[in-house]
Nanobody
Framework: VQLQASGGGLVQAGASLRLSCAAS????????MGWFRQAPGKEREFVAG????????YYADSVQGRFTISRDNAKNTVYLQMNSLKPEDMAVYYC????????????????????WGQGTLVTVSS
């Protein structure tokens, strides 16, 4: 299975971007998905997650109200809509698949995700 993240780029503060994460080789519909990010010199951190049924979502406090995670199981794709971007949102963004089948809750710990995409860079200028 492979996850391909895309949609990153260079934007000004206050702008929006939508990241996509497409899966191949595995159906994502039975797995929760998460977005993480890693800024230079910092540890990877959880950004947002969505459970397998899309009935639950969970966000880091730093992005709550600005970012929205969603999924289209028919397209085997997960999205992260990022609005009102700030310079502190600048990072490489990674999508990842939950290691458990049909976990009800959304987990923010990276070690609970076993498949990772390659990352897409988001740069926000002030």
């Amino acid at each position: 299975v492979q996850l391909q993240a895309s949609g990153g780029g260079l934007v000004q503060a206050g702008a929006s971007l939508r990241l996509s994460c497409a899966a191949s080789g595995r159906t994502l519909s039975n797995y929760g998905m998460g977005w993480f990010r890693q800024a230079p010199g910092k540890e990877r951190e959880f950004v947002a997650g969505i459970n397998w049924s899309a009935g639950r979502t969970y966000y880091a406090d730093s992005v709550q109200g600005r970012f929205t995670i969603s999924r289209d199981n028919a397209k085997n794709t997960v999205y992260l809509q990022m609005n009102s971007l700030k310079p502190e949102d600048m990072a490489v963004y990674y999508c990842a698949a939950d290691r458990l089948w049909r976990r009800t809750v959304v987990i923010g710990r990276a070690n609970e995700y076993d498949v990772w995409g390659q990352g897409t860079l988001v740069t926000v200028s002030s």
